[in-house]
């Protein structure tokens, strides 16, 4: 496995030492930075970047949108993907001297190497920054912003710098690959539809091979580490919403005539004010059921596909048809 490869090469050993150094801080400190960098670090969860995004989506600007939420599934992807390729243990796994953050603990299961906040946090807050680079203060602060979210998963103890730097590079990469990517296929609106079939056929080999590989299977006192069948589980609700979301915003690029702008402002904060409360209802439900109750592969990878189809596909659509039906009338 990778982490026996790097400790082999001596590359864990001070990297522990540097979460053991920011551990002492905490407890030097009494915990004085705890809550800042433990609401620092939701920011890269799923819930707020993907809020942010369809506000970007659905009122400000399309192009925007669909190079955000392409961008946040590909460095979404990759860093889980890798997740379960290198099944890298988790700091405290490594060396029992490590004490995450209790609270911090509840959304770090699983495979450590890289780390999915960061990758979330890059390719989102990181995209935007790409997008706005011609404003250099608020390219900063969203830059920023990354840093901190980065630097989060090694304060509360549950990412290796190894960790959280492999995901930065994972998310820039995707920045401008993403670009690159539909600025070709604008040239031929077919070629979203190519991408598209390219991503499905991606994803089910993905399926099959994190479905099918063996993974280590390392118990103290009889109880696994890391529990690949949840790590399997977790894996097929993360690529049933890449798959939702990306045929969502490509089939809309290449079918579907909505401009974010359409309509009054009271009209878009109207638009973006009742897709936060569907959204918020929706991950409501979601969390509970599918990260921590479902564990059937097929309804779950449907149901996850639905709700970030209907984010980037069939929202858009209804107020496409709405605004057409009031300027008709």
Same mark, same amino acid.
């Given at each position: 496995?990778?982490?026996?490869?790097?400790?082999?090469?001596?590359?864990?050993?001070?990297?522990?030492?540097?979460?053991?150094?920011?551990?002492?801080?905490?407890?030097?400190?009494?915990?004085?930075? *705890?809550?800042?960098?433990?609401?620092?670090?939701? !920011?890269?969860?799923?819930?707020?970047?993907?809020?942010?995004?369809?506000?970007?989506?659905?009122?400000?600007?399309?192009?925007?949108?669909?190079?955000?939420?392409?961008?946040?599934? %590909?460095?979404?992807?990759?860093?889980?993907?890798?997740?379960?390729?290198?099944?890298?243990? =988790?700091?405290?796994? !490594?060396?029992?001297?490590?004490?995450? &953050?209790?609270?911090?603990?509840?959304?770090?299961?699983?495979?450590?190497?890289? +780390?999915?906040?960061?990758?979330?946090?890059?390719?989102?807050?990181?995209?935007?920054?790409?997008?706005?680079?011609?404003?250099?203060?608020?390219?900063?602060?969203?830059?920023?912003?990354?840093?901190?979210?980065?630097?989060?998963?090694?304060?509360?103890?549950? #990412?290796?710098?190894?960790?959280? &730097?492999? +995901?930065? %590079?994972?998310?820039?990469?995707?920045?401008?690959?993403? *670009?690159?990517?539909?600025?070709?296929?604008?040239? *031929?609106?077919?070629?979203?539809?190519?991408?598209?079939?390219?991503?499905?056929?991606?994803?089910?080999?993905?399926?099959?091979?994190?479905?099918? /590989?063996?993974?280590?299977?390392?118990?103290?006192?009889?109880?696994?580490?890391?529990?690949?069948? #949840?790590? $399997?589980?977790?894996?097929?609700?993360?690529?049933?919403?890449?798959?939702?979301?990306?045929?969502?915003?490509?089939?809309?690029? /290449?079918?579907?005539?909505?401009?974010?702008?359409?309509?009054?402002?009271?009209? =878009?904060? &109207? =638009?973006?004010?009742?897709?936060?409360? $569907?959204?918020?209802?929706?991950?409501?439900?979601?969390?509970?059921?599918? %990260? #921590?109750? $479902?564990?059937?592969? /097929?309804?779950?990878?449907? +149901?996850? %596909?639905?709700?970030?189809?209907?984010?980037?596909?069939?929202?858009?659509?209804?107020?496409?048809?709405?605004?057409?039906?009031?300027?008709?009338?």
């Amino acid at each position: 496995m990778i982490h026996e490869m790097l400790m082999a090469k001596g590359l864990i050993a001070p990297q522990i030492d540097f979460l053991l150094f920011l551990q002492n801080i905490r407890i030097q400190t009494g915990g004085v930075f *705890d809550n800042f960098f433990l609401e620092i670090t939701t !920011l890269g969860e799923l819930l707020f970047p993907t809020l942010f995004m369809c506000l970007i989506y659905w009122c400000v600007d399309f192009r925007a949108g669909i190079y955000l939420f392409t961008l946040n599934s %590909f460095g979404l992807y990759f860093a889980k993907l890798f997740k379960m390729v290198g099944c890298v243990y =988790r700091p405290w796994i !490594l060396d029992n001297k490590v004490k995450p &953050i209790e609270s911090a603990l509840q959304a770090s299961g699983g495979y450590s190497f890289p +780390s999915g906040h960061t990758a979330m946090a890059a390719a989102s807050w990181g995209g935007m920054a790409y997008l706005v680079r011609k404003n250099k203060v608020l390219c900063s602060i969203l830059i920023i912003l990354v840093l901190l979210i980065a630097f989060s998963r090694n304060y509360v103890g549950v #990412h290796t710098p190894q960790d959280v &730097i492999v +995901s930065l %590079f994972i998310g820039l990469i995707c920045i401008f690959a993403v *670009d690159k990517l539909l600025n070709w296929c604008e040239k *031929d609106k077919n070629r979203y539809l190519y991408v598209m079939a390219i991503i499905d056929l991606v994803a089910l080999i993905t399926l099959y091979y994190v479905i099918t /590989k063996s993974y280590p299977q390392d118990f103290v006192n009889g109880k696994v580490l890391v529990d690949p069948t #949840h790590a $399997i589980y977790i894996m097929v609700v993360y690529m049933g919403w890449i798959v939702g979301i990306t045929n969502g915003v490509l089939l809309c690029a /290449k079918f579907l005539r909505f401009d974010p702008k359409q309509g009054s402002i009271y009209s =878009r904060v &109207i =638009r973006g004010f009742i897709g936060m409360v $569907i959204m918020l209802i929706l991950f409501k439900i979601m969390y509970p059921i599918f %990260f #921590h109750g $479902i564990h059937d592969y /097929k309804i779950t990878f449907v +149901s996850l %596909f639905t709700v970030g189809f209907f984010i980037t596909a069939g929202y858009p659509f209804l107020f496409s048809k709405l605004h057409f039906l009031l300027k008709k009338q």
